[in-house]
């Protein structure tokens, strides 16, 4: 399969990026100032990502629509309102993760953004259950640029106006140059910021009119450190097919009606786990000395039981150590639990931790 | 002291008697991005020519370092343990990574002057 580039990729190029396939794509993994800057710049300034690889798809219908949808994704879709964004997922039929996700309600339906890795399949997944009553897009012709950071919002003003009312998780069209766009105030970073959806032909303009006015690129390696420091999950790695949203420590994205009604996919296996039959949970981890544990290492009990596997890890620049989150036993899962992980054939002391380990500031 | 030498696994060495300084490459760690995290060897121990001999890991990934020389580690610079991110500052000066009472000499034979490595790195990126 040939890789595939963003409308960006030469605008990266000349700010100086390093790109990596990934998901497909040749992507910026990080600029000429590197990981730790980039990552400090999105906490403090404002930093700007091009998440175009990932899927935008639009499924247009009405309250049928909603009927149908929610047989596979967990949330209630009924009662969303307006340009409100919920947190959400694709389960299968064992109550496990096809894809995460963000539905947002607009006028025409519903706006779906999917992992890039998933997006293809995601895309046969919802056709097959809506069985052709409604028109499915998967957009090629757009971006996505997230503008993330304290400084996201007062910067994005001067460029579009109006975007400063938006509430956290909550989007609504704009214009720029006269043109249609939609903004939601949303993100991966743990910071206040936006996802900006627009034409791949205008995307460039909005890009270097970013950068002159002090934001700063940055790159997937500053994206996973920002995600994990603020405890989110990355598909494919703390949560994937095999994983139950439960288990995965999801119970909030499923709305309380589905929770106790179900109808939809997997629900015997997310009802179960709701019940009493849980036996793991995703938790933070948090090494004590400086070493980092990566995915795939083990996770043992003071007395030297395996008790589970980290699923990420890696050293978060704002917590200034080392930081890693995982699955464990259930009744390893409380915070303050002392547990060791084995990193190169030896085992080093470690804290199961409040997720997240950096305390996001979202404006509400 | 004596010129630097360079290996094919991105190592800097100079000598000092019979003792040789080892660290890695300014190339080497520009390629590795941030350093956040460095292991290096216990004093005493001894090492094989091309074994490991250190980790560095980076935001990204971990990385081994081996060592161009066989020999006994005499020394190591706890400063980069307790400061990775000094490997990035200045990797062929303050961050040296150990020392080793040379074994063999004919070793250093081996290494590449640092014209030789500029083009090798420049040929083999990573």
């Known amino acids: 399969?040939?890789?595939?580039?963003?409308?960006?990729?030469?605008?990266?190029?000349?700010?100086?990026?390093?790109?990596?396939?990934?998901?497909?794509?040749?992507?910026?993994?990080?600029?000429?100032?590197?990981?730790?800057?980039?990552?400090?710049?999105?906490?403090?300034?404002?930093?700007?990502?091009?998440?175009?690889?990932?899927?935008?798809?639009?499924?247009?219908?009405?309250?049928?629509?909603?009927?149908?949808?929610?047989?596979?994704?967990?949330?209630?879709?009924?009662?969303?309102?307006?340009?409100?964004?919920?947190?959400?997922?694709?389960?299968?039929?064992?109550?496990?993760?096809?894809?995460?996700?963000?539905?947002?309600?607009?006028?025409?339906?519903?706006?779906?953004?999917?992992?890039?890795?998933?997006?293809?399949?995601?895309?046969?997944?919802?056709?097959?259950?809506?069985?052709?009553?409604?028109?499915?897009?998967?957009?090629?012709?757009?971006?996505?640029?997230?503008?993330?950071?304290?400084?996201?919002?007062?910067?994005?003003?001067?460029?579009?106006?109006?975007?400063?009312?938006?509430?956290?998780?909550?989007?609504?069209?704009?214009?720029?140059?006269?043109?249609?766009?939609?903004?939601?105030?949303?993100?991966?970073?743990?910071?206040?910021?936006?996802?900006?959806?627009?034409?791949?032909?205008?995307?460039?303009?909005?890009?270097?009119?970013?950068?002159?006015?002090?934001?700063?690129?940055?790159?997937?390696g500053a994206r996973d450190t920002l995600r994990l420091e603020a405890g989110l999950c990355l598909y494919g790695h703390d949560i994937n097919e095999s994983t139950s949203p439960i288990e995965a420590n999801l119970k909030w994205a499923i709305s309380k009606r589905r929770r106790e009604e179900g109808g939809f996919v997997g629900y015997k296996k997310i009802k179960s786990d709701l019940n009493g039959s849980l036996n793991r949970l995703r938790v933070g981890i948090k090494p004590e000395g400086k070493i980092i544990a990566r995915e795939g290492v083990k996770i043992f009990s003071e007395d030297g039981k395996e008790i589970g596997s980290i699923t990420s890890g890696t050293f978060g620049p704002s917590v200034n150590g080392p930081i890693a989150m995982g699955y464990v036993k259930l009744n390893f899962s409380k915070p303050g639990t002392k547990v060791s992980l084995e990193v190169r054939g030896k085992k080093h002391e470690a804290k199961v931790s409040e997720l997240p380990f950096y305390k996001k500031s979202y404006v509400r | 002291m004596s010129e630097k030498k360079y290996s094919k696994q991105h190592e800097w060495v100079t000598i000092e008697g019979d003792v040789a300084t080892i660290g890695i490459t300014t190339h080497a760690a520009e390629m590795l991005g941030d350093v956040v995290f460095v292991e290096l060897p216990e004093k005493g121990k001894n090492v094989e020519k091309e074994g490991q001999a250190g980790v560095v890991e980076s935001t990204k990934a971990a990385s081994d370092v081996y060592t161009p020389i066989t020999g006994e580690i005499t020394d190591t610079n706890q400063s980069i343990v307790d400061d990775p991110g000094s490997v990035n500052k200045d990797p062929e000066g303050a961050a040296w990574f150990f020392k080793i009472k040379i074994k063999n000499k004919s070793e250093l034979d081996q290494l590449m002057s640092k014209a030789d490595y500029d083009k090798f790195a420049k040929e083999n990126p990573n």
């Open chain 1, 1 to 220: 399969m040939e890789i595939e580039k963003t409308a960006l990729y030469d605008y990266h190029k000349s700010l100086g990026a390093k790109f990596v396939p990934f998901a497909g794509y040749e992507m910026p993994v990080q600029y000429s100032s590197g990981i730790v800057d980039e990552h400090k710049i999105t906490r403090n300034g404002a930093g700007m990502f091009d998440v175009s690889h990932m899927g935008q798809l639009l499924i247009q219908g009405n309250e049928s629509l909603a009927t149908e949808l929610e047989k596979i994704i967990p949330i209630d879709l009924k009662k969303i309102q307006l340009n409100q964004s919920k947190y959400s997922f694709l389960t299968n039929e064992e109550g496990g993760i096809y894809d995460d996700l963000i539905v947002t309600k607009v006028e025409k339906g519903f706006n779906i953004i999917l992992n890039a890795a998933c997006k293809n399949n995601d895309f046969k997944i919802i056709s097959s259950s809506l069985k052709n009553k409604f028109k499915i897009t998967l957009h090629k012709n757009l971006s996505l640029i997230a503008l993330q950071g304290p400084k996201s919002s007062q910067i994005l003003e001067k460029i579009i106006n109006g975007i400063s009312s938006l509430k956290f998780m909550n989007g609504n069209k704009f214009y720029y140059k006269g043109k249609d766009v939609y903004i939601t105030r949303s993100g991966y970073t743990g910071e206040d910021g936006f996802e900006i959806s627009i034409s791949n032909e205008f995307v460039e303009d909005l890009a270097k009119e970013l950068i002159s006015q002090g934001v700063k690129p940055i790159g997937l």
